[in-house]
């Protein structure tokens, strides 16, 4: 608020409106939250499963594309004359995120297993997943 502004009495509604909404809307949610009977260790799992097919599907394929598309760039660069210090440079990044890319989809697996476990329960994505 700026020194010496008095906020308009529009301000002041909203405000106010916000005090009661945010309340009333976490009352609700809560309310459904109560009426609804799930296994939370099955939510639990299902939500994992879905981070884990996720991080298998769209980021592998990102970095594949990221690794050939470096490549592309790598060998391209040798053809351009004064620009080629600068295209290797970009390239060898390009190449270098598809790899840690490729290392974080396999090692996805057993950070949420460690992530997910549960008590002194053994949690395994991989089987747990279906994959």
């Not at 301000?11 to 909404?21: D, E, F, G, H, R």
């Not at 040798?78 to 210090?85: N, P, Q, R």
């Amino acid at each position: 608020m700026i020194a010496g502004k008095i906020p308009s009495s529009r301000t002041y509604k909203l405000l106010l409106s916000a005090k009661i909404i945010l309340p009333v809307l976490t009352l609700l949610s809560m309310m459904s939250l109560a009426g609804a009977t799930y296994n939370a260790e099955q939510t639990i799992i299902n939500e994992v499963c879905s981070i884990y097919h996720i991080i298998n599907t769209v980021i592998f394929v990102i970095a594949l594309a990221l690794i050939v598309l470096g490549g592309t760039i790598y060998a391209i660069s040798h053809a351009t004359g004064g620009m080629k210090g600068t295209l290797q440079g970009y390239a060898m990044g390009l190449i270098l995120g598809g790899i840690i890319g490729v290392i974080i989809v396999l090692l996805a697996g057993p950070i949420l297993s460690i992530v997910a476990n549960v008590g002194n329960t053994s949690f395994s994505v991989s089987q747990a997943c279906g994959s």
